[in-house]
């Protein structure tokens, strides 16, 4: 409604030429366009001016659309319940604060009886105040962190059979994994069945670099299932696609040759707009700590791993298979999804049939590469992975703006 077109004179078509002025400054023409809410703009000058009012906004829309999309089962709503009547019971004790609790007696009554409460329910105060919450993070605060299943004592026993499979299977295999209490508290089952040769899947000589994929692959689980607390059940497409936004090596044809060259990459996709809140350079240090971890429990660690991440893939594709979307698309993206089950499967016979010597060795290496990373400097959000003449290839330059 309030462009400022400016239209030039004796167009040389029968299009007249237009120019947009910038939204910002209303000075210069502009030249581009901001991805999240179309405003133009001449400069970086201005997208720094108008992206705080972008970002609150971007954020905003997507907490409700995820609000509206979230389909409560009676595990969900258990939690929430529980968050609810802790948050509440918190408010009863704190009687200093100058909002009170961030809903009305009213409406906690109404969720805590079971029924369904929408957006529109909420009075103006209460939606401010729940906006206030997410911006700032409190309700992140109400949530109990999730402990690592690596860094558990009965991670360091996992026993598979000789093949790579589980030494005993449960009665109730679907119901042991399809519910989200038993696979986040305990440490995922290995394969079911056992394990092929490689010389059965494959011909061909396996790469000498799937090591170095391996890394990028744990790094990628690992930075998943933090980012969803250990959740992944309740939106498996939803993690399978930052799965494969966050790898490389699965989610796209990169091939990295060293340990360096795959850690950076990973880095560099942690530190990404896209996955800014997640915690930047420090959420990735975490991260590589967590693959030094997992490479030290050796290969029927990174074996149950890889065998979650396919229940988390497979799962993926049938949440796709219902999903409301361009045949060809929804058809594009289970082949997609099957493609990368295939190479987890490959990538898991190949740990198998490794000594256990490889994985001691390469989490030395990935601790040596850690101690190099903790030593870079962050200087105005920059995280710079490549300075000097003598930088390779994988390291590069990771700019947040």
């Not at 319940?81 to 948050?87: P, Q």
Request: proline share 4%; charged share 25%; hydrophobic share 35%.
């Amino acid at each position: 409604m309030d462009k400022v077109v400016v239209s030039e004179a004796a167009p040389s078509n029968s299009f007249s030429e237009a120019r947009l002025i910038c939204r910002v400054c209303q000075k210069q023409f502009s030249r581009y366009t901001c991805p999240r809410c179309n405003t133009r703009y001449c400069s970086l000058e201005c997208y720094k001016r108008h992206s705080l009012r972008c970002t609150e906004s971007f954020m905003r829309e997507n907490v409700m659309e995820e609000l509206h999309q979230i389909q409560s089962n009676d595990a969900t709503k258990r939690k929430m319940l529980e968050i609810l009547r802790r948050v509440h019971s918190e408010d009863d004790m704190d009687s200093d604060g100058e909002d009170g609790s961030m809903l009305s007696e009213e409406t906690t009554q109404k969720i805590l009886s079971g029924d369904e409460l929408r957006l529109e329910d909420l009075s103006p105060g209460e939606i401010k105040k729940f906006q206030r919450a997410v911006a700032t993070g409190e309700l992140s605060k109400l949530i109990e962190p999730w402990d690592p299943w690596w860094r558990k004592s009965s991670a360091a026993s996992i026993s598979l059979g000789p093949s790579g499979n589980q030494l005993v299977k449960p009665l109730d295999v679907e119901h042991s994994f399809s519910t989200s209490e038993s696979s986040i508290s305990e440490v995922p089952a290995g394969p079911e069945n056992p394990l092929p040769p490689l010389q059965q899947l494959s011909r061909a000589e396996p790469s000498p670099l799937l090591s170095v994929h391996l890394i990028d692959v744990i790094y990628s689980y690992c930075f998943t299932l933090r980012i969803y607390n250990g959740d992944w059940h309740f939106d498996a497409l939803g993690a399978a696609m930052v799965l494969l936004t966050l790898s490389s090596v699965l989610g796209g044809d990169s091939r990295p040759e060293t340990v360096s060259e795959a850690l950076a990459a990973c880095i560099e996709q942690t530190c990404s707009p896209a996955f800014r809140h997640a915690g930047g350079f420090k959420f990735g240090l975490i991260l590589v700590d967590d693959a030094i971890d997992l490479l030290s429990l050796g290969a029927n660690a990174i074996i149950c791993l890889l065998c979650d991440l396919r229940r988390l893939i497979q799962a993926g594709e049938e949440m796709l298979r219902s999903e409301n979307m361009d045949k060809a698309k929804r058809s594009e993206g289970r082949r997609k999804l099957k493609g990368v089950d295939r190479k987890i499967y490959f990538l898991m016979c190949w740990v198998h049939e490794q000594s256990e010597e490889v994985w001691s060795s390469l989490a030395g290496i990935v601790e040596v590469e850690k101690a190099s990373l903790s030593a870079l400097e962050l200087d105005r959000g920059i995280c710079n992975m490549g300075e000097g003449k003598g930088a390779s290839k994988a390291k590069v330059l990771v700019e947040e703006v």
